[in-house]
């Protein structure tokens, strides 16, 4: 696509300063911007970026000053980086190419229903009794098995296999090797040390909005659901166990993992590898620093670290004082031989 | 299906109090339980839901007491939990739907060796001279290299990979996106650090019983074998290296990693986000809790936490005081400023 | 294959002692020998099992002294560990099946072009205007996306997933599972704690020599690329985020995870389950043990651990005294009463 600075200041509610015809083909970072690119300037360290760069257009905000001495044509907008993600989404929705119709090597069962505006790709499998909303799009190799639910204009990427019964919300994205719906980690221990299976008769229900993980894992409950609410957003290779839920608009970073029935609060921000113990409460808006491993409820609003899990602030006290032991360890000696 | 209290009463070894003829269609938490369907209590702090549950069945143990304001039908039994256990597992195998037959998009070469009972789905692919035993479920997506054994009765979740020479036992699970038997990870440095890769040439052996989490992986060995024994339980999104093998019914947590060639005993319980360093030798019935990293040979029986590890106990200890390092720090200046 | 020890020591520039003649069919860990295998001895650890051995022959350092009762042949060579990988090497070539053709089940769009002795296996994608060079080889059930590169004599094992503008360079090996291109993890927030998907029209350029574990994931940059440099290997289960780049020849065991554009030099060394936060800066021939947590720049040629993570000798320094903190905190309090 090729617009001007000046159609992309008007879709960005900008005013231009410099040559409003310069065509733009494409969207940069500052440092790799060559002509024909259009980015953007918000982390202050990034500035002295601006005089060289080779962006036909930057997008800056309103206030700040800029030298004599730049000739790429600005953009000014109230918030650069609100206005930059604008534009991305701008791009990537004219960019789309938008994919409709059934491969013909789908295998849909008879019983599954397809709504208008479906889109199967290659080798996709739909299960009996399965029912896909408009505008869903599973692409190649997806596995959708029996009694399966997914709401309109929810996004299957390459390879996402969603076991019988789960329920999928609108407007989901789940990237490619995403499994939901495998069993649940229950075993019964029995005599000489061996374990007896408990089946997992519950499923997953995945509500709107939600996006999910390349290879991230899900399993159904053992009884009822595990449930994921609106919003969510989960990162790759996370895991999921049977029965837990996670709060609306909680975020979830990368190989972070939560042991059973545990239930997390809305708006919490979890960050990467942090483990999370089986039966517990987290409440709202609780925050997790990456590594951390939790192991009782943890109240709304704490911001927490290290394992067991502290309050943040205290592991850092901590752990500055950790790092001083051996100066600790030789006052304590110096003080013991003084005596 | 439907049963009564009755019906199900005599399956499970109890006694009913309360109406026999109740007709039970489903399994739920007592909590989220609704007419038709059975649910179980053992944990007591729980019993304060039997008195409003809507459930038409509620298992118990023999000895509880309940109110008289009960109206739901009680089975009374040795064990509610395992009662409940057995339940589920009865009621899973009336309504597990048995799939038979080759499906038409299967590509199986002509050596391969498929039993009577063996079920491939769709687009399963099944290589030169892999022999799949009697009553083998292969689902959708699978693939199977060449050489390949699978013993009676293993179930094969949709998109697993089983690469070459690889041996599975009977009577196993493997979840979707598990991979058994990619290469281990080996490498010989080189001038200029750069690396050469070891071929790695030998298999996985995977024994009877064993369960196998989703997206979990497992390296075939340099030379010889990887072997799980049989009764081995592992999580979703597991790393088991190149010859490593691990012992009878050692159950092992989501997202742990064991490096190459470290062996580990028996009946060990292993919890989520461990690493274990390579060739080390862990004893029989180890318990490790969650997080931990285990950098030397652990003897049977002990119990161990922290990176690097040491007795569980110990850890508690020292993390205790570690909490307390800022007060523990300030006693030390007053000392020092009192001298 | 058979070969006598004497053809083989010709291979390795070696020198044999015993038996000539005897037929070597297979290569073994000298624990496990048995007659026809050959294998090798470089630890001094293993040397009780050379007179046991029921190997035809076991190579060994020309300066290594063994006893007279060793029945086994001996060949003689200046490393014996660096000539056994040659002698794998050597084998696993000699027994590789070369596949070659386009299976007829594979999707090849009508745009996309590959070479001569491209492999494709069964039910493999290509999209629009992929390209694959000479001797690719790409097995069962692989997805490739649009606008896709790879070049000469890169092989995918099953169930690969390069998603759209993914540029793999020449002589890579992806394992199965591995996603490649999914998108990186990035929301603007909005009212009411809900999140704003920012596209991510970037891509993934992995460079020469690069081998990737089991279903491991790199995310596509949000603009421009995510970059795996020359000759680095992953291991299973890592997780690359959007925007990050990994330097010449380091490597990265299992499960290791590092966010959003963080730069990582050359020839480093990470173990696993290491957790590195975005937007840092590594030095070449860092090395970092495992389950560290980085969350501040690093500088060439250090050896770190802990979360967060410290120079490895301070870190072990201060958790000898971490262990130690029961008695330390006694001597403190009988200093407190003695006072």
């Known amino acids: 696509m090729d617009f001007t600075a000046l159609e992309i200041a008007k879709k960005l509610n900008g005013t231009v300063e410099g040559d409003a015809n310069v065509f733009i083909n494409s969207l ?11 980015s953007f300037l918000s982390n202050s360290k990034y500035f002295h970026f601006l005089e060289k760069t080779k962006a036909s257009a930057v997008i800056v905000s309103k206030n700040i000053k800029v030298s004599d001495r ?13 206005a930059f993600t604008q534009l991305l989404i701008l791009w990537s929705e004219s960019s ?6 059934i491969h013909k090597t789908a295998q849909v069962d008879p019983t599954a229903h397809l709504a208008e505006g479906v889109f199967l790709g290659a080798y996709v499998c739909v299960g009996p009794n ?18 399966v639910q997914i709401k309109k204009r929810t996004h299957l990427h390459p390879r996402v296999t969603l076991l019988d019964q789960t329920k999928i919300g609108a407007h989901c994205i789940l990237h490619s090797g995403v499994v939901i719906g495998s069993d649940g980690f229950g075993f019964a221990p ?26 991230t894992t899900i399993d159904r409950a053992t009884l009822g659901s595990t449930v994921i609410q609106e919003g969510v957003k989960l990162d790759n290779l996370v895991q999921i166990a049977h029965n837990v839920e996670i709060g609306k608009n909680t975020v979830i970073a990368a ?22 113990a089986g039966h517990l409460t987290l409440g709202d808006g609780v ?25 943040y602030k205290s592991y850092y006290k901590s752990y500055a004082l950790f790092k ?4 600790i360890e030789s006052r304590l000696s110096s003080l013991e031989n003084n005596r």
Chains 1, 2, 3 share one sequence.
């Open 70 to 82: 730049i000739s790429t044509t600005l953009i000014r907008v109230d918030d650069a980086y609100a």
């Open 190 to 215: 029995q005599g000489q040390n061996s374990y007896l299976k408990i089946p997992q008769i519950g499923n997953v229900i995945v509500h709107d909005h939600v996006e999910i993980g390349a290879n």
């Open 96 to 101: 789309a190419k938008k994919q409709v119709g």
């Open 28 to 38: 940069s970072k500052i440092e790799d911007a060559h002509a024909g690119s259009i």
């Open 130 to 147: 399965s029912i896909l909303e408009e505008g869903v799009q599973v692409h190649a190799h997806s596995v959708i098995g029996a009694d």
């Open 255 to 276: 190989q972070t993992g939560i042991a059973g029935s545990t239930k997390i609060g809305a708006h919490c921000v979890i960050g990467g590898q942090v483990g999370i």
């Open 324 to 327: 001083r032991l051996p100066s």
């Open 287 to 311: 925050q997790i620093q990456g590594q951390t491993g939790v192991i009782k409820n943890i109240p709304s609003g704490k911001a927490i670290q290290g394992t067991p899990a502290v309050e």
